[in-house]
């Protein structure tokens, strides 16, 4: 039996916004690098049960696992740095653990008691933690806790990892510290004070951060670093400066260079082993060779909002590396797009994706973008309401049912070529009430989609409740659509594509979820090298596109 795993808990402090999602799934792959096994999670300190109701715009993407839980955006961080595929066990929230422990209360679990966050709540958040130790049969597990130190909310969740160094043991369990060092522009100082009170109210609690992990958008000066480990009471080796970076898969190479891997193996009596970092610098290397510049248009209702579209943004990026191509996004407001500015709005670009989303707000503008990519032959890619819109839009010029439309923007549409999926009709609850997580697709031999993949049949992550409705296959397929990936087991459509065109493929499902910085998925590279083939070629707008990427 494997001996139980070493913890490493990673606090914020300062300000929230300074990575520590990335520093998180940095360390998990310098061990990683060092070939131990790591799980890793994220405690979100919000009463919301699982972001899957919050909006883009203000929690950034919704991220979905295997096993459809709604999560956190650094779980996508966490899969895309480490490599592993991650499970609910690996995003907690208060919401969650306060659904479980009233839960109990009302069955009767504490009959007599008083209900309090400590131990109760403590307790809940402490099992979480230790389950996954245990089931995840990891080495290491990485604890990333939300929010900044000094949140009312985020204190039981501190609490908690305090009594968790006690049960499990002082060499067991290591506290690292996430701190932004403040730089004053008149005096060009770098100030260490607001991390000292950071760190000072951390030990309040009970907690000595053994790293301090500094990001700043200047070098240490003389003596910051003797200055925070004497009143930050760490080692001097021990302030670790992480300085911002352009490309954030280079964090685990700056992390590793500063000596982070060294201090956390030596802290946590693990075993002395070589790094190998040599694959991970390959890629960084090739994502500074690729420079060859593609226009890429996202359109989308949440462009203007940080981080709502994180993980197609990065898959995107992938299929650039692999291709070598910098992707150059043009964030385009689906809300404002129509008919009479798309010519100019999308002039040179050499492809175009529709991701995600809910609501009827911004919806024409990404039938109307399909139609665009349709028409002039512009690579496309659709990722679930991206499929919807595509569907919509052939169902709307290449069918003539002028008001097809799908059942989530106009439930008395005459043709609903979108529709609730059949056994979530009728549900109410928007939590939790749609098909999430991997189903099986089987490919049709002979499409685009079924060569890219190179397979037969994939598992892909899904999050909806609307569907393509199956009543319009036979006249959507005589009028030249492909529906190239079927749901074996519901008979539903996942993939469609178009004949007569470079690359019109769309997807129910999530495929950037999956895609890895060197592994892109499969469509994602494949749309990217049909807009490279478009990009290379003569076709109008090229030139515009190559001047805008530079800007
Ligand atoms: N709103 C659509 C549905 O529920 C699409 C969802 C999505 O894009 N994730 O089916």
């Given at each position: 039996?494997?001996?139980?795993?070493k913890?490493?808990?990673?606090t914020?402090?300062?300000?929230?916004?300074i990575?520590?999602?990335?520093?998180?799934?940095?360390?998990?792959?310098?061990?990683?690098?060092?070939?131990?096994e790591?799980?890793?999670?994220?405690?979100d300190?919000?009463?919301?049960?699982?972001?899957?109701t919050?909006?883009?715009?203000?929690?950034?993407?919704?991220f979905?696992?295997?096993?459809?839980?709604e999560?956190?955006?650094?779980?996508?961080?966490?899969?895309?740095f480490?490599?592993?595929?991650?499970?609910?066990?690996?995003?907690?929230?208060?919401?969650?653990v306060?659904e479980e422990?009233?839960?109990?209360e009302?069955r009767?679990?504490?009959l007599?008691?008083?209900?309090?966050?400590?131990?109760?709540?403590?307790?809940?958040i402490k099992?979480?933690?230790?389950?996954l130790?245990?089931?995840s049969e990891a080495?290491?597990?990485?604890?990333?806790?939300?929010?900044?130190v000094?949140?009312?909310?985020?204190?039981?969740?501190?609490?908690?990892?305090?009594?968790?160094?006690?049960?499990?043991?002082?060499?067991?369990?290591?506290?690292?510290?996430?701190?932004?060092?403040?730089?004053?522009?008149?005096?060009?100082?770098?100030?260490?004070?607001?991390?000292?009170?950071?760190?000072?109210?951390?030990?309040?609690?009970?907690?000595?951060p053994?790293?301090?992990?500094?990001?700043t958008?200047?070098?240490?000066?003389?003596?910051t670093?003797?200055k925070?480990?004497l009143?930050?009471?760490?080692?001097?080796?021990?302030v670790?400066?992480?300085?911002s970076?352009d490309?954030?898969?280079?964090?685990?190479?700056?992390?590793?260079?500063?000596?982070?891997?060294?201090?956390?193996?030596?802290?946590?009596?693990?075993p002395e082993?070589?790094?190998?970092?040599?694959?991970?610098?390959?890629?960084?290397?090739?994502?500074?060779?690729?420079t060859?510049?593609?226009?890429?248009a996202?359109?989308?209702?949440?462009?203007?909002?940080?981080?709502?579209?994180?993980?197609?943004?990065?898959?995107?990026?992938h299929?650039?590396?692999n291709?070598?191509?910098?992707p150059?996004?043009?964030?385009?407001?689906?809300?404002?797009l129509?008919?009479?500015?798309i010519?100019?709005?999308?002039?040179g670009?050499?492809?175009?994706?529709?991701?995600?989303?809910?609501?009827?707000?911004?919806?024409?503008?990404?039938v109307?973008?399909?139609?665009?990519?349709?028409?002039?032959?512009?690579?496309?890619?659709?990722?679930?309401?991206?499929?919807?819109?595509?569907?919509?839009?052939?169902?709307r010029?290449?069918?003539?049912?002028?008001?097809?439309?799908?059942?989530?923007?106009?439930?008395?549409?005459?043709?609903?070529?979108?529709?609730?999926?059949?056994?979530?009709?009728?549900?109410?609850?928007?939590?939790?009430?749609?098909?999430?997580?991997?189903?099986?697709?089987?490919?049709?031999?002979g499409t685009?989609?079924?060569?890219?993949?190179?397979?037969?049949?994939?598992?892909e992550?899904?999050?909806?409740r609307?569907e393509?409705?199956?009543?319009?296959?036979e006249?959507?397929?005589?009028?030249?659509m492909?529906?190239?990936?079927?749901?074996?087991?519901?008979?539903l459509?996942?993939?469609?594509e178009?004949?007569?065109?470079?690359?019109?493929?769309?997807?129910?499902?999530?495929?950037?979820?999956?895609?890895?910085?060197?592994?892109p998925?499969?469509?994602?590279?494949?749309f990217?090298?049909?807009?490279?083939?478009?990009?290379?070629?003569?076709?109008?707008?090229?030139?515009?596109?190559?001047?805008?990427?530079?800007?």
């Open positions: 039996m494997k001996p139980s795993p913890y490493i808990f990673v914020g402090g300062v300000v929230s916004g990575g520590k999602g990335v520093t998180c799934a940095s360390i998990g792959r310098i061990l990683k690098a060092r070939r131990f790591v799980s890793i999670m994220k405690l300190p919000y009463i919301n049960v699982d972001p899957g919050m909006s883009p715009a203000q929690h950034g993407e919704v979905v696992t295997i096993d459809g839980a999560t956190d955006l650094d779980l996508g961080h966490y899969e895309r480490i490599d592993v595929p991650l499970t609910r066990a690996s995003n907690v929230t208060s919401g969650q306060y422990v009233i839960k109990r009302r009767g679990d504490f007599g008691g008083t209900i309090q966050v400590i131990p109760h709540v403590t307790d809940g099992r979480h933690v230790k389950r130790g245990e089931e080495d290491v597990v990485i604890v990333e806790v939300g929010g900044t000094g949140d009312i909310e985020g204190l039981p969740f501190l609490e908690a990892l305090r009594q968790l160094r006690r049960e499990i043991g002082p060499e067991n369990v290591m506290y690292v510290h996430l701190t932004f060092l403040v730089h004053i522009g008149a005096t060009g100082e770098l100030k260490t004070k607001p991390t000292q009170h950071s760190v000072a109210t951390l030990r309040g609690i009970g907690i000595l053994d790293i301090l992990a500094c990001r958008d200047f070098p240490f000066q003389p003596g670093r003797e925070l480990a009143f930050c009471d760490v080692e001097d080796e021990a670790i400066p992480l300085e970076v490309n954030i898969y280079a964090v685990p190479l700056f992390l590793e260079e500063a000596g982070l891997g060294r201090i956390i193996t030596r802290k946590l009596s693990l082993r070589p790094v190998d970092l040599r694959s991970w610098q390959r890629l960084i290397d090739r994502m500074t060779d690729a060859r510049p593609l226009d890429i996202l359109v989308g209702k949440y462009v203007h909002a940080a981080d709502a579209y994180i993980s197609v943004e990065q898959a995107i990026r299929a650039g590396i291709n070598g191509q910098r150059n996004i043009r964030w385009i407001d689906s809300e404002r129509d008919a009479s500015n010519d100019a709005v999308l002039a670009v050499d492809g175009i994706v529709v991701p995600g989303g809910f609501g009827p707000r911004g919806i024409e503008g990404k109307e973008a399909g139609r665009y990519a349709r028409v002039n032959n512009i690579p496309y890619l659709g990722l679930c309401l991206g499929l919807q819109t595509a569907v919509i839009e052939f169902a010029n290449v069918l003539h049912l002028e008001s097809a439309n799908s059942i989530e923007f106009d439930a008395e549409t005459g043709d609903p070529v979108i529709w609730p999926m059949p056994d979530h009709y009728g549900a109410i609850d928007m939590g939790g009430t749609m098909r999430l997580g991997e189903q099986p697709c089987l490919l049709t031999p685009r989609a079924a060569a890219a993949y190179g397979v037969d049949l994939v598992n992550r899904h999050r909806h609307m393509f409705n199956n009543d319009y296959r006249r959507m397929t005589a009028a030249g492909e529906l190239s990936g079927i749901n074996p087991d519901k008979d459509v996942e993939i469609i178009l004949h007569d065109h470079p690359w019109f493929v769309a997807v129910q499902f999530h495929p950037e979820f999956t895609s890895r910085p060197d592994a998925h499969p469509l994602f590279d494949g990217v090298k049909a807009a490279t083939a478009r990009s290379d070629s003569d076709a109008p707008g090229v030139e515009i596109a190559r001047q805008s990427s530079v800007s």
